[in-house]
């Protein structure tokens, strides 16, 4: 009877629950360990009082939740993440979109400038944030020299240690490791366009703004919906780039969300883990507010084209 039953949810092309769990059970446990239970641990600690070994000594109540909402360095660090992510965002955009267009014409050696294009990418951040420190060192710094070389400063520049200068510097970086990404997804939106569009449109008389604003933007608009709001969720997330360029110099005064979480932790004289993760939460909403956002939008643009 049991064989029967199996054969005909084969037919059916049906799985019994058993079935189904042998073959999700990995990606259950996956999920479990990666995403379910360090979200439990996340908000817990968020709920109790440590001491500076990471003991906990006791419940804390809302009191973790209500120090870091009323910290006087939030709305500085606040300021600092909307700067951050709003400026790397759009330069990673509007940079991609440009290099899209670039990468996606026929010449010679395009090949490798698309290998050497994808690179940034490809390397670790921490690789790519530790080769920038050494290019904005005051003392050595390639930076810096040429600058001198060249007349445009008269004496060097303390990229990382001047407030003036730290979060641009930063900001460089973070363009520099996002563009990549970014321009590779455009070339696939370029390329997903039927020429024949574009034969229409010179046929018709259109000049090349036109055809690029009314026939180009229109068609690659899902391609850089998908590309901001990845890169939203990544730039804001970016904790290497941040630390290393920025995680020596004291306070709060360039840090994000990311890196005033961890120094909560870690680095200030609080030391308090449960109000570093107080902190964890609230980046963790922000998270999920930016990916609620983008699935609404998704699912907006599927229905309109249904």
Same mark, same amino acid.
């Given at each position: ?11 059916? %092309?049906?799985?019994? !629950?058993?079935?189904? $769990?042998?073959? +999700?059970?990995? =990606?259950?446990? &996956?999920?479990?360990?990666? /995403?379910?239970?360090p979200?439990?641990t ?34 500085r ?8 992510? %709003?400026?790397?965002? !759009?330069?990673?955009? $509007?940079?991609? +979109?440009a290099? =899209?267009?670039? &990468?996606s014409?026929?010449? /010679? ?151 005033y ?46």
């Open positions: 009877m049991g064989g029967r039953s199996r054969r005909q949810r084969r037919a059916r %092309g049906t799985a019994s !629950v058993a079935e189904a $769990l042998l073959w +999700l059970g990995p =990606a259950l446990v &996956l999920i479990v360990g990666i /995403v379910l239970y979200a439990i996340l908000v817990a600690t968020s709920f109790g009082t440590y001491s500076i070994t990471g003991l906990r000594k006791g419940d804390a109540g809302i009191s973790n939740y209500t120090n870091f909402l009323t910290s006087p360095d939030l709305p660090v606040i300021g600092n993440t909307g700067v951050w992510v %709003g400026a790397v965002v !759009v330069l990673t955009v $509007l940079i991609g +979109l290099l =899209a267009q670039f &990468l014409k026929e010449f /010679v050696g395009r090949r490798f400038v698309r290998w050497a294009v994808i690179v940034p990418w490809a390397s670790a951040l921490v690789i790519s944030s530790q080769l920038f420190k050494l290019i904005y060192d005051y003392y050595h710094g390639v930076l810096n020299q040429l600058l001198l070389s060249l007349h445009i400063i008269q004496k060097p520049i303390d990229w990382l240690g001047d407030n003036h200068f730290t979060m641009a510097s930063m900001i460089a970086v973070g363009v520099f490791v996002s563009v990549p990404f970014t321009a590779y997804l455009l070339v696939a939106g370029l390329n997903a366009i039927p020429a024949d569009v574009y034969e229409a449109a010179r046929i018709d008389g259109g000049s090349p703004w036109q055809i690029y604003r009314r026939i180009t933007l229109p068609l690659l608009r899902p391609a850089i919906l998908i590309g901001v709001v990845l890169n939203l969720i990544y730039v804001f997330n970016s904790f290497p780039v941040i630390w290393i360029l920025n995680g020596s110099n004291p306070g709060f005064g360039n840090d994000t969300l990311i890196t979480m961890y120094k909560l932790a870690f680095r200030s004289a609080q030391h308090d883990v449960g109000l570093s993760a107080a902190a964890g939460v609230f980046n963790v909403l922000i998270i999920l507010i930016a990916v609620g956002v983008y699935l609404r939008l998704v699912n907006w643009r599927e229905g309109k084209e249904a």
